[in-house]
């Protein structure tokens, strides 16, 4: 994988674990103070939804993307060999790629329409500001259709250089 992708794969990752360690301190804290003193953090259900989640999901796709560490359901096409099993990939790949270009042009209409009306949400003693979230998203999943092209570009690049011409 290029330097640049992986690079940038890497700090996606440190920072989605980051903010995994982050979310599970601040949900153990909220409980902790429920339970044991009655109290509760203001605001933990909308942070939580809102920022943690929405930063462990979009830019973990990313991340399993740059890896290229998808899980994947192979049921038939693990018995294909050779050519076929090229060609089977490859419309596999440009699948995902189309469905992150589509999935990241939707998300990034909601941002903009987020960001225009400054969205809120109640978060018990103050409005929360999500619309940043929804930036966050369309990073992670523009990243994630960066990363799928390299492994389409990569794919084709190679498809001369394939070797099994059988079926």
Known sequence: ??????????????????????????????????????????GTMEVVTYYYMVAAVFVGIFSCTADD????????????????R????????????????????????????????????????AELAVWPSRWLAVIGISLALMASLYWLYQFVSSWGSDQEDSL
């Open 86 to 125: 090229r060609v089977v990939d490859g419309i596999g790949m440009v699948a995902i790629t189309v469905y992150f270009a589509i999935f990241s042009y939707g998300l990034y209409l909601q941002a903009v329409r987020s960001w225009k009306r400054q969205e809120t949400v109640d978060a018990i003693v």
């Open 1 to 42: 994988m290029d330097t640049w992708l992986k690079k940038i794969s890497n700090g996606a990752a440190v920072a989605v674990g980051a903010v995994t360690v982050l979310m599970v301190v601040h949900v153990t804290a909220e409980v902790l103070l429920r339970v044991l003193f009655g109290m509760h953090i203001p």
């Open 69 to 84: 560490v998808h899980i994947r359901v192979d049921v038939v096409a693990q018995f294909f060999r050779g050519r076929f």
